[in-house]
């Protein structure tokens, strides 16, 4: 298939994803740019001006658990002041329809979910809501025990002695998300995998697909036959498996693609 760009590429685009019974959406920073969450690679990246080993690893964390949760406090509130963009809605939308669709997400700000229950209304939100393979930033869980609830509400990290305790064992609490160095959840990850499996296309959004093992997703379904459709205004390491590349910012491209597609089959 060749890659071609603009209105060519997007109806073939739509030709695949409306042949498909099934689809797997892989998600990344770029799908909430629009929203005002930062990226991570990007000349803006998170990554450029703060270091992963500093901030984002377990060491981290023992080492200066007030300064990594000053870190997460402040992505969080950014993220308390961000709403979902019509990328996020369209996906929603598309995922509520009557295809088999699975949207298996690497961020943690929580919006696909924000999106999905706003576009369901009254409805059903769970066939939108996401697999969510790094976790949440708007959910704490406990150092020591089992506990884990969502948590939006301001954390004071002034001081150590401030920092959220565990109201059941009284260990510090930390994000619910996956830090370097640390395992994925494998049942996650398993029916991420199993999605993308049973999947005839895959569709990814705003990723640089360049940490593992969420960019193997889209690789299962290619694997199997397959195909990626690649939504992202700059070419990434995935762009060469892509039967399709639309150049563009999600928030524009997705509704664009996804709504009106034809019922699954027709
Ligand atoms: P990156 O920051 O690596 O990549 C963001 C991608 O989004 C880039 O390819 C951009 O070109 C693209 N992009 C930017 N604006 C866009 C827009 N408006 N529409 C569509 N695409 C856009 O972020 P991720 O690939 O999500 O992990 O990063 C993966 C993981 O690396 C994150 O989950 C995080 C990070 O380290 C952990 O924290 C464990």
């Not at 940490?211 to 036959?225: D, F, I, K």
């Not at 690649?230 to 664009?256: I, K």
Request: proline content about 8%; charged content about 20%.
């Amino acid at each position: 298939m060749t890659k071609d760009n603009g209105a060519q590429a997007l109806e073939k685009a739509r030709g695949l994803l409306a042949s498909a019974d099934a689809v797997c959406v892989l998600s990344g920073a770029g799908v909430s740019a629009e929203s005002g969450v930062p990226t991570f690679r990007g000349e803006d990246g998170l990554w450029q001006s703060h270091s992963p080993g500093d901030l984002a690893t377990p060491q981290a964390f023992r080492r200066d658990s007030r300064l990594v949760w000053e870190w997460y406090e402040w992505r969080r509130g950014k993220i308390r002041g961000c709403r979902p963009n019509p990328g996020h809605e369209a996906l929603a939308r598309f995922a509520l329809g009557t295809r088999t669709v699975r949207i298996v997400t690497q961020n943690v700000d929580g919006l696909h979910e924000e999106a999905a229950r706003r576009v369901a209304g009254s409805g059903d939100p769970s066939p939108a809501l996401p697999l969510e393979l790094h976790g949440s930033i708007v959910r704490v869980r406990c150092t020591r025990c089992s506990y884990k609830v969502p948590h939006r509400n301001p954390i004071s990290t002034a001081t150590p002695e401030n920092l959220p305790s565990c109201p059941v064992c009284s260990a510090l609490l930390r994000p619910d998300v996956v830090w370097f160095g640390e395992s994925l959840d494998p049942a996650v990850l398993a029916e991420a995998f199993q999605a993308a499996q049973r999947s005839q296309v895959c569709l990814v959004v705003g990723t640089s697909a360049l940490v593992q093992p969420a960019a193997s997703v889209p690789l299962v379904t290619h694997e199997g036959g397959g195909y990626i459709i690649e939504v992202n205004p700059t070419p990434t390491s995935l762009s060469r498996l892509a039967s399709l590349s639309l150049r563009g910012a999600s928030g524009q491209v997705l509704p664009a693609l996804l709504d009106g597609l034809a019922t699954a089959g027709t």
